[in-house]
């Protein structure tokens, strides 16, 4: 890590690049971004976060979503049973970002420019594993001290009624007012965890409307908002990844272009977003111990060149 990080005023670093790139800051051949600052210091600090021991998953079911958002494939699963031995071997084909999953540094490029993280261009994606989510694994998986701002219990306590199928951008302002809430100061490194209340009341959904939804080239969600002032706070704080339980993690379709947070974060900056994940249980054993800090560790898939993964993702108190 460089001695003196860089404003967000200071970017785009290589000035030939696209707005808001950090292209080069951990070197030119870095392939794990904001992940750089999961140090082992960092993660021996998390560790003290451990203190009863409770163990919670992040992950939605595989097969949680029968029509998955953006066209997506579904889960498949087939046994195949080794008769006369009673012995099964099973298969399964998925798109990785058909439940939970990271979004990996070969996902979202910038869409004018056409350029992935670091300068990488389509070609270069294509013909080498540059980028891949095995670079993460091989650095020891994402894992240091996660944070949850639960926006969603923050929302019911002061009596608003939220849509999490409507465009619902989440402004720093209330980020802000939610970690106060709760008593949670972030932490450079931390892993940022934003619960919405999306997949609580798609469970609720009827097959029609999931129907509806998957059909959607760009279904409506709630995230936070596509601003400059969501990002100076990214930014700001120092985040070494950030995942929600919304589809886009960003408010979705974009609120502006010029700031949409997929193209800087994850091609601009090399930070992990995470989409879909399961945070009710995490929301609840925060509340029950009025704290919203904890240990976490995520181990994507090992697969060279991987665009996308489940996190693989477990808290603990």
């Not at 808001?20 to 070197?27: D, I, R, V």
């Not at 003290?48 to 409770?54: F, H, K």
């Not at 995230?223 to 969501?230: R, V, Y």
């Amino acid at each position: 890590m460089p001695n003196t990080k860089p404003s967000l005023d200071e970017l785009p670093l290589r000035k030939d690049g696209p707005p808001g790139n950090a292209w080069g800051l951990f070197g030119a051949d870095d392939e794990c971004g904001m992940l750089n600052l999961l140090t082992p210091e960092a993660t021996a600090a998390a560790a003290r976060e451990i203190v009863d021991g409770v163990r919670v998953s992040t992950d939605w079911d595989l097969n949680s979503m029968a029509l998955p958002c953006f066209g997506r494939l579904p889960f498949e699963q087939k046994i195949k049973n080794k008769a006369p031995r009673s012995v099964n071997d099973d298969t399964l084909v998925f798109n990785t970002q058909c439940s939970s999953q990271w979004d990996g540094f070969r996902h979202y490029a910038y869409q004018k420019e056409k350029m992935w993280f670091n300068g990488q261009t389509l070609d270069g994606i294509l013909n080498s594993s540059i980028n891949g989510i095995q670079a993460w694994v091989k650095k020891g998986g994402i894992v240091g001290r996660g944070i949850l701002l639960d926006y969603a219990a923050w929302a019911e306590a002061k009596g608003r009624i939220v849509d999490p199928f409507k465009t619902t951008p989440i402004t720093v302002a209330e980020l802000k007012e939610i970690a106060a809430s709760q008593g949670v100061t972030p932490r450079q490194g931390d892993i940022l965890f934003v619960h919405t209340g999306w997949v609580r009341e798609y469970r609720k959904l009827p097959a029609a409307r999931c129907q509806e939804l998957s059909d959607m080239k760009n279904p409506p969600a709630i995230g936070l908002e596509s601003s400059e002032a969501t990002l100076r706070w990214l930014w700001d704080e120092g985040f070494a990844a950030a995942a929600g339980d919304q589809p886009s993690f960003e408010a979705w379709p974009c609120q502006d272009p010029q700031y949409m947070l997929h193209e800087w974060v994850l091609a601009g900056w090399g930070m992990p977003i995470g989409e879909l994940f399961d945070l009710e249980e995490l929301s609840l054993q925060c509340a029950k111990r009025k704290r919203w800090s904890f240990f976490f560790s995520s181990m994507p898939l090992r697969v060279p060149g991987g665009v996308a993964s489940p996190p693989n993702g477990v808290a603990i108190f």
